[in-house]
């Protein structure tokens, strides 16, 4: 079921993955999402939403994925390395101590913003601290942005339904791989667990009086390194 107007006491807005690898310019996977982000227009719609959950008192939570060894050491003695973890140790996304690990600065955590402990694979929720944060809050409405679209946004989304969240998809403030995963995401899976999925300005109509007249100002994102909890 839709909400006619999101209560900001009981809504968070999820922020997945905001790392430089796939957000800034030079990052490893941002030429992979660039067709996808630029046709959703996902950095100006990040832009818009943000900044108005922040304003009006949302509580935004920062929702990354676990960062890579140098070494890639991270699946040693594991019995199931699923293909995309595998083919990371390569790659070395969001490598731990690198430029592409550190959150974007436009799009990372602000002081107040709540940073939940990395999650291993897809889901938010799997074998972090996300759940306890959202409810230790009182938050009952997830409100989900980032990347990607088909994987961590949607395994997030559907874990968050089965746990009694109301689910909110936002499908022009996300990116995906492909345009395929979009379609996905939004047309096929997305309709099977979120109770709504909608653009960023519907969403932003759906936010109440604003709480204050400014939004934060962009916080040193090196202050965030190594932090697993609230900001």
């Known amino acids: 079921m839709d909400i006619k107007m999101y209560d900001v006491s009981r809504t968070a ?56 060894d140098s070494h890639s050491h991270d699946y040693d003695g594991w019995k199931h390395v699923n293909m995309f973890q595998d083919k990371n140790r390569e790659l070395k996304a969001f490598e731990a101590g690198s430029w592409g690990g550190e959150f974007n600065e436009e799009f ?4 107040g913003d709540v940073v939940i402990k990395e999650h291993w694979a897809q889901s938010g929720f799997a ?43 936002v499908k022009d403030a996300t990116a995906a791989f492909s345009v395929e995963g979009m379609h996905v995401a939004h047309e096929i899976n997305g309709p099977t667990f979120a109770h709504a999925i909608l653009t960023t300005d519907e969403v932003v109509s759906r936010i109440p009086e604003i709480r204050t007249s400014h939004v934060h100002e962009a916080a040193d994102p090196y202050q965030f390194k190594g932090f697993d909890h609230g900001v």
């Open 13 to 68: 807005l999820l922020i997945v993955d905001p790392y430089n690898d796939f957000m800034s310019e030079g990052g490893k996977l941002h030429n992979a999402i660039k067709e996808t982000a630029d046709a959703s227009g996902m950095y100006d719609n990040l832009r818009k939403i943000i900044p108005a959950a922040r304003a009006a008192g949302i509580q935004v939570v920062i929702v990354p994925h676990h960062r890579s």
């Open 127 to 169: 074998n972090t601290d996300l759940d306890v944060q959202l409810r230790q809050r009182g938050i009952e409405n997830i409100v989900l942005v980032g990347l990607i679209a088909n994987s961590c946004i949607e395994s997030t989304g559907r874990f968050g339904m089965e746990l009694g969240y109301h689910v909110t998809l």
């Open 108 to 111: 990372g955590p602000q002081k």
